[in-house]
């Protein structure tokens, strides 16, 4: 989903993105701004030759790993299982306990998690192209 926006302001790394609706038509219904609640300025990360009052493309700043961060969590918790079920059979200290591979892959899960949280984006949009006035 893309949106036309144009730059309030710019302070440090970030700038204020004032939304356009008017030429807004994606056809999508359910992706609409008015039903997602997003305000009408929002903050953005800048990029290089950014000006105040010039109008800009956002796009969505999901990134895969993002996106599909349920499927890396239960990934880290299989792994974590599977490599405490091999390291427990390489070394094998006189006492079997049961719930060691639970453990593995509880300690990976939350490794996991944590990698994802810090790898989060830190703006919902990010600026796709400059548009030029002519």
Known sequence: MQIRGKV???SGSVAEVCIIRDSLACGDCSACLKKL???D???VATVK???VNQ???LKDNKNWFIKNRIIFIVIGFVLGVIITEALSAIIFFG???GGIDLLGGGVSTIIVAVILWIKRPRYYYKIERIEEKV
């Open 37 to 39: 609640g997003l305000h």
């Open 8 to 10: 309030l302001s710019i």
């Open 49 to 51: 030759k950014l000006q």
């Open 55 to 57: 109008e800009v493309v």
């Open 41 to 43: 300025i929002i903050k």
């Open 95 to 97: 006492v079997n306990r």
